[in-house]
Each structure stands twice: as structure tokens, then as C-alpha cells.
């Protein structure tokens, strides 16, 4: 297996410091050596002309060496890691594990633990992570200067997206916390960021839960991003919703239709994380209940692309799908367009995988170049 760019076996601050690492910390520049047709970029999304739908998710770019390293790589649509308006500390090292998952990552499987190790016999296909960060952040200022030269990187046909989160402080009341989400932002538009997501699905944070699953939270909290933003295009990033909860996502998307551009989904599925003597494997407060992510939740990313894609219709609406969630491969990646995912992430693939986005790119290009054999007008 490559060495991924996120270290799993140095602590955050480690990572933030000295990375990013392996293969996309190699300094060379792929994007003048891709031969594209002439009239590149050519995919829209948001009103920004795109030359691949994909790259990676909020999270393992943990600042603006992350993010140039990522767009030199060909990852177009890329996310930096969501921040906070204050500072706020890492959870303890470790923050990354695999864990034992055969196949899917099912929601009855979710309900027993997971054995989480430093390592994994399973093919670079096909295993899964936990990841456990709590959204850490340095200071406003810290990151927005910073956020400013990660988007200065961007080449043509690539775009950046803010990641933002609300944090509870003392005193704060529901409302306080919801503002707080809308002050965040307004500092990523400050900061130059052209689109902005909101991290309403986040479950490692003790106190905050998941939000995505509150109807009047969700409202508020875009309505009120809305207002400070204006006409920036403003995403939510939300978990998996079940079959029954179908009828509550249908809502919350009807009641915010107004304010948001695109929904990314998912983030992880929550499950117990052991060690293999059977204690908690994530040390501190909290970290019993740890996200997971990789091939083991693919099927859960798809599946929500696929109802967004029916809501959409049947709601008439008009908003981006991001498709997220256990891609590790080419194939992985037609999969989720063919769901009906304008734009396509991968986190825990991209990884291990920094030649992903070039491996895409390459059969992006094959199939244009067949397409043209057939109707050149079409390319
Ligand atoms: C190292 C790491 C850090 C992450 N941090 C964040 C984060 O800060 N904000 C967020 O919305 N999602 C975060 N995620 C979740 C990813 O964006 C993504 O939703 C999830 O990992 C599923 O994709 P994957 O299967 O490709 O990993 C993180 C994931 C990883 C692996």
C-alpha cells in the first residue's frame, strides 16, 4: 500500500506542521503534462467550469500545503478542512485507524463494534478507516490567511470549497450555536472562498450531535448563512439518512431549498471503535462512537445520491449533488455519476491513492476520445 499523505501514525498537529506526505508531496505539477482537448474545462458546476467532477472532501487537506499538493495532483473540486471561528484542539493521537469491516458497513452492522488496528492485510480497495478529529481549528485569522493561499493555488478549471462548522460556547443558547455556524462563513467569503460548505454532520463532537437530523436546526442555520453570504453558493454536508428517515429528508430539503446550491453526502457512519483486547480504542471523552469511512460505507453514499437524485425531481428543485463515501477507485467514481452525482469525492481513497485523480482524468479522457470517433461534435 503508498504511504497516504495524512500520516495515521503522527498526531495532528504532526501532520499540519510537516505534511502533507508520500507520492502527492512529490513536488511535481501534473497539470501541464495532461493532455486535454482544447476546450477544457468543460463540467459545470455551480456556475464554475470544472475540468474533472472530482476531487477530495473536507478533511485530510488540512491546510494550503494540502490543498496546492492536491490541485497539482488534478483533484479539481477540492474542500479544505472544516474550521471553526475559534480555536479549538485536536482529540488525542490516535485520530486514525482501520477498522475490521467485511463488505458493507450495514446500519444493523454499525450496532456492534468494530476492532480497530494500526494496520490492515486488506487490498488498497478495500478497507475502512475510522476517523476521529473533533474539528479542530486554529484561530480565525490563523486559517483565513492560510485558506487565502490554498485558493491562490487553484489552476484553471479547479475550485475550492470552505468547510465551516458552529461551536457551542459558554453561555450560548440554540440560536447562539446557529449564528455561530453564519459567523464562520462569513469569515471563509471573507477569507476569498467562492463556495461554502456547512458541516452539519460531524460525529465527533461530544456536545454539538449531528445536527442534519434537525429539521429546525437545518433551517435556521442556513437561513441565517444565507443572510451573512448573499450570493456565494452555500452547500450542507450531511449523513446517511435510512429508508425510514426518507420522509424527514424530503422536509428539511423543501424547507431549504431557498438558501443552499448542493448537498454532499455522506460524511462517516457512527460506530463503536474497540481495540482488539475489547477497550475503547480512541483515547478521551466521547470516543467511543467514531465515524467510519472507506469501501465499507460506498453502498450508503450511493444509496443517498440516488434518493437526492428522486427528491430533486420530485421536488422539482435544482441543487448540486457532491457523491461521497468509499471511493477508492475508477470504477467507484463512474459509479457515483452514473447515480447521478454531479461532482464525486473521495477522502479515504484519495489517501492511500494520490494518482486517483489522474486515473480518472485518464478514462475521462479515453471516453471522450471515443465519443469523438462516433460524433465529434458532441466533445
Ligand atoms: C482524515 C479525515 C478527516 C475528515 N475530516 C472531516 C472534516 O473536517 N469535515 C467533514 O465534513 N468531513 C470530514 N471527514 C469525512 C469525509 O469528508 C468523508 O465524508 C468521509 O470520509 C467519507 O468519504 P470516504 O469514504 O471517501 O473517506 C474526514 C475524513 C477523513 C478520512
Known amino acids: 500500500m503508498n504511504k497516504p499523505f495524512y500520516d495515521p501514525e503522527k498526531s495532528y498537529d504532526e501532520n499540519y506542521e510537516q505534511g502533507p506526505f508520500g507520492d502527492l508531496a512529490d513536488g511535481v505539477d501534473l497539470r501541464e503534462s495532461f493532455d486535454y482537448a482544447q476546450d477544457r474545462p468543460k463540467y459545470n458546476f455551480l456556475g464554475f467550469k470544472i475540468n474533472t467532477p472530482f476531487g477530495i472532501p473536507s478533511g485530510p487537506l488540512l491546510n494550503s500545503k494540502f490543498c496546492k499538493a492536491a490541485f497539482e495532483k488534478g483533484f479539481d473540486v ?16 490516535p485520530n486514525v485507524l482501520f477498522v475490521d469491516v467485511e463488505g458493507d458497513l450495514t446500519l444493523q452492522r454499525a450496532k456492534k463494534p468494530l476492532i480497530a488496528s494500526k494496520n490492515t492485510e486488506k487490498d488498497a480497495k478495500d478497507f475502512s478507516i475510522t476517523n476521529s478529529f473533533g474539528n479542530p481549528s486554529p484561530q480565525a485569522q490563523v486559517w483565513m490567511e492560510d485558506m487565502k493561499k490554498a485558493i491562490e493555488s487553484a489552476g484553471n478549471g479547479q475550485l475550492l470549497i470552505a468547510s465551516v462548522v458552529g461551536t457551542i460556547q459558554a453561555g450560548f443558547r ?7 455556524f453564519a459567523k464562520t462563513a462569513q469569515f471563509a467569503m471573507e477569507a476569498g472562498a ?6 452539519l454532520s460531524c460525529p465527533n463532537v461530544a456536545n454539538e450531535g449531528i445536527v442534519c437530523y434537525s429539521p429546525g436546526a437545518v433551517l435556521n442555520i442556513c437561513k441565517k448563512t444565507k443572510e451573512k453570504i448573499g450570493e456565494i453558493p452555500l452547500l450542507i454536508k450531511i449523513g446517511y439518512f435510512s429508508k425510514e428517515q426518507q420522509e424527514l429528508l424530503e422536509g428539511i430539503i423543501k424547507s431549504i431549498l431557498p438558501y443552499i446550491s448542493g448537498i454532499s453526502a455522506i460524511n462517516t457512519i457512527p460506530a463503536k471503535v474497540l481495540d482488539a483486547d475489547g477497550n475503547q480504542a480512541l483515547p478521551g471523552e466521547g470516543r467511543l462512537t467514531a465515524g467510519i469511512c472507506g469501501a465499507s460505507i460506498k453502498w450508503a453514499g450511493l444509496d443517498m445520491v440516488k434518493r437526492l437524485k428522486q427528491i430533486k425531481k420530485k421536488l422539482n428543485a435544482d441543487f448540486a449533488i457532491i457523491g461521497v463515501g468509499g471511493v477508492m477507485d475508477v470504477e467507484d467514481y463512474l459509479e457515483y455519476r452514473a447515480a447521478g452525482a454531479d461532482v464525486v469525492q473521495s477522502a479515504t481513497g484519495a489517501m492511500w491513492n494520490p494518482k486517483l485523480a489522474q486515473q480518472i482524468r485518464q478514462k475521462e479522457k479515453t471516453k471522450e476520445e471515443i465519443i469523438s470517433q462516433f460524433s465529434p461534435a458532441a466533445v
Open 194 to 199: 467562492k463556495v461554502i460548505e456547512l458541516n
Open 78 to 93: 477540492i474542500h479544505y478542512k472544516t474550521r471553526r471561528s475559534i480555536e479549538f484542539p485536536s482529540n488525542k493521537h
Open 174 to 180: 440554540d440560536d447562539d450555536y446557529h449564528k455561530d
